[in-house]
């Protein structure tokens, strides 16, 4: 049982005692009011308002084309259902990269228009000018390494990272700095479980996994993925809890079937 389960708010404060108490953080992307009102009313301690938008919500093949304009909307329907849960929000690709102004200047945008509670950062040692610039303002910073989705173009492929030795030592550096920076957690993308739970213990933030085994100190997922909205994606790291895409489906055929044949609505279901 959460040690956490009868507070208001979960906090950054609240998410270091988990760290320190072993407590494992449980974390779920949410784009809308609704799927966050179901998540906030599980009981889920940090929701993503990930720019994942921009493949599950809006169809895109990367996450890049999606707008800080889309971002804050998406947010604002998530701070709206989450009255428990802490809420993060992506700087989407292009609102943030080499400049720290402009990174400042998008992550207030976020938290005077959505109400969220911290943004999300991808990169290491070279955002930490941007990551520093936002928490200066008192903005809380989640960091995220590994693999970072904004950046496929020049990966050219979302298999694992830091398989070798040199990519491994720059993600350790990476996430020290991150965190000497002052970022509250880092979210860990797709690599190696050893070197995952290396990280997770060599760090005092918090650390979150996805793809990146069971050793770090929460997990996250893309909710359409776990819930089985997104229909033929299943990565080695996704556990699937429920499979609505054909529950839907079935919904949506016998619907079809009952308005076909005059069967809907019914005498119960008139004025």
Do not use: W
């Not at 407590?23 to 784009?31: P, V």
């Not at 965190?179 to 957690?185: N, S, T, V």
């Not at 650390?207 to 776990?226: E, K, S």
């Amino acid at each position: 049982m959460s040690i956490h389960k009868e507070v208001k708010r979960i906090t950054t404060h609240i998410l270091q005692e988990m760290k320190t108490s072993g407590e494992k953080i449980s974390m779920l992307t949410a784009y809308d009011y609704s799927m966050a009102t179901v998540l906030d009313d599980a009981g889920l301690d940090v929701l993503l308002v990930g720019d994942s938008a921009s493949n599950v919500m809006a169809g895109h093949e990367t996450t890049l084309p999606i707008t800080l304009d889309q971002m804050i909307y998406h947010a604002q329907g998530v701070v709206r259902g989450a009255t428990r849960a802490f809420v993060v929000v992506d700087l989407p690709f292009g609102s943030y990269q080499g400049n720290s102004k402009e990174a400042l200047s998008s992550a207030i945008r976020i938290m005077k228009e959505s109400g969220a509670h911290g943004v999300k950062l991808e990169g290491g040692t070279e955002i930490v000018d941007s990551i520093q610039r936002i928490i200066t303002a008192g903005i809380p910073v989640m960091g995220h390494l590994g693999l970072t989705p904004q950046s496929i173009y020049k990966f050219g492929t979302y298999t694992v990272r830091a398989k070798g030795e040199a990519e491994a030592e720059k993600l350790k550096t990476d996430a020290l700095a991150l965190q000497e920076a002052g970022c509250f957690a880092v979210v860990l993308e797709k690599i190696p479980a050893a070197l995952a739970k290396e990280v997770s213990e060599s760090l005092v933030i918090p650390v979150i996994g996805i793809g990146a085994g069971p050793d770090c100190d929460g997990q996250v997922l893309v909710v359409n993925d776990m819930i089985g909205l997104t229909k033929g994606f299943k990565p080695r790291f996704l556990r699937q809890y429920a499979n609505l895409y054909e529950g839907i489906l079935e919904a949506a055929k016998s619907y079809i079937q009952d308005v076909k044949r005059k069967d809907f609505p019914n005498e119960k279901e008139q004025y």
